[in-house]
């Protein structure tokens, strides 16, 4: 039996991890949002940690507002740099285990080989440069933890990709979305799959240690995008264009494909393929 945190409940990840956490009963979980444990506040760790006794930490917690942080820089570093640093200093001082998650977004993107997790990094927009800060945080404490990078997350809760696809694909004959982006979406319920796996097995893991993981495959957004209307059996055209038309603000990788092969030799989890996630996530959202 162990006392588990969750921070950053309420977002997509922390719902799929409540959902699959329920059927845990050898832990004992406690589920926060900025609300209940604001992880800005070292005060506020330190003592809900100490108080309920917390063995592991999984911060689903994040800024992840990737345009807004072009413009908004302070609060993106104080929530994925400095509060994941507070998260680290904590596990350091009670000799407990960290989760955290972090972005494909570190990497530049401008090569065309799936990334390694020991891949130089090179983040190129805010909230890049944030969670390579987050990153470097932990390293530093030299705490016991596991980073997980990811991509392209999407899920039943909260505002993602394939919902917003799923909506203006029903109100819309036509839509454009970017072609020459490429990258492995990841359905959060995967990843909290993982997490779960990597939490259970934590006695095996040294120090601290990265991984890469999204679902198997990889997409560019518009395949991505017509993948979601077939399964959705909608007739909105989807046009494809550049990364340059679209004009996003904040600078986004091409190349994002992760190379999964940490995750398969350490444990034994089957990664699904990115196209059966999206039907199994799309399923639910259908019985909501
Ligand atoms: N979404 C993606 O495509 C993607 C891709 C790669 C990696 N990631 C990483 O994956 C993780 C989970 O992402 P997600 O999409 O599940 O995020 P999300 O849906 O935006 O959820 C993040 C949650 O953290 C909360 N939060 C913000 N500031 C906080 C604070 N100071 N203390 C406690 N909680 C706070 C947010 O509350 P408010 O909503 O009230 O701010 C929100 O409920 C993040 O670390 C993110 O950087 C995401």
């Given at each position: 039996?162990?006392?588990?945190?969750?921070?950053?409940?309420?977002?997509?990840?922390?719902?799929?991890?409540?959902?699959?956490?329920?059927?845990?009963?050898?832990?004992?979980?406690?589920?926060?949002?900025?609300?209940?444990?604001?992880?800005?506040?070292?005060?506020?760790?330190?003592?809900?940690?100490?108080?309920?006794?917390?063995?592991?930490?999984?911060?689903?917690?994040?800024?992840?507002?990737?345009?807004?942080?072009?413009?908004?820089?302070?609060?993106?570093?104080?929530?994925?740099?400095?509060?994941?640093?507070?998260?680290?200093?904590?596990?350091?001082?009670?000799?407990?285990?960290?989760?955290?998650?972090?972005?494909?977004?570190?990497?530049?993107?401008?090569?065309?080989?799936?990334?390694?997790?020991?891949?130089?990094?090179?983040?190129?927009?805010?909230?890049?440069?944030?969670?390579?800060?987050?990153?470097?945080?932990?390293?530093?404490?030299?705490?016991?933890?596991?980073?997980?990078?990811?991509?392209?997350?999407?899920?039943?809760?909260?505002?993602?990709?394939?919902?917003?696809?799923?909506?203006?694909?029903?109100?819309?004959?036509?839509?454009?979305?970017?072609?020459?982006?490429?990258?492995?979406?990841?359905?959060?319920?995967?990843?909290?799959?993982?997490?779960?796996?990597?939490?259970?097995?934590?006695?095996?893991?040294?120090?601290?240690?990265?991984?890469?993981?999204?679902?198997?495959?990889?997409?560019?957004?518009?395949?991505?995008?017509?993948?979601?209307?077939?399964?959705?059996?909608?007739?909105?055209?989807?046009?494809?264009?550049?990364?340059?038309?679209?004009?996003?603000?904040?600078?986004?990788p091409a190349f994002s494909v992760f190379d999964l092969?940490?995750?398969?030799?350490?444990?034994?989890?089957?990664i699904p393929h990115w196209r059966d996630s999206l039907?199994?996530?799309?399923?639910?959202?259908?019985?909501?």
């Open positions: 039996m162990g006392n588990i945190l969750i921070t950053g409940a309420n977002g997509q990840l922390g719902c799929c991890l409540r959902d699959l956490s329920h059927g845990d009963e050898r832990n004992r979980y406690f589920y926060t949002d900025v609300d209940e444990l604001d992880i800005t506040s070292l005060d506020q760790v330190e003592d809900y940690v100490s108080k309920h006794d917390i063995e592991v930490i999984i911060n689903a917690a994040g800024y992840t507002a990737v345009d807004k942080a072009e413009q908004d820089e302070e609060r993106c570093f104080q929530i994925n740099a400095e509060a994941t640093r507070n998260l680290a200093q904590v596990t350091k001082r009670h000799e407990i285990f960290l989760v955290h998650i972090s972005t494909d977004y570190v990497f530049e993107g401008n090569l065309d080989v799936p990334h390694k997790p020991d891949d130089p990094i090179n983040p190129q927009s805010v909230y890049g440069k944030s969670k390579a800060a987050g990153e470097q945080a932990i390293l530093e404490a030299d705490c016991h933890a596991v980073i997980i990078r990811t991509s392209w997350l999407y899920s039943e809760y909260g505002g993602n990709f394939v919902k917003t696809m799923l909506r203006l694909g029903r109100e819309k004959e036509e839509l454009r979305v970017v072609d020459d982006q490429i990258g492995g979406p990841t359905y959060a319920g995967d990843l909290a799959q993982l997490i779960l796996t990597i939490m259970r097995q934590r006695d095996f893991i040294e120090g601290t240690k990265i991984y890469h993981f999204a679902d198997q495959g990889a997409v560019s957004w518009c395949d991505f995008a017509r993948q979601i209307m077939r399964n959705a059996s909608l007739s909105c055209k989807v046009m494809p264009i550049s990364t340059a038309e679209y004009g996003a603000a904040a600078p986004r092969s940490a995750v398969n030799q350490d444990f034994s989890f089957e039907q199994k996530c799309m399923q639910k959202l259908s019985n909501q």
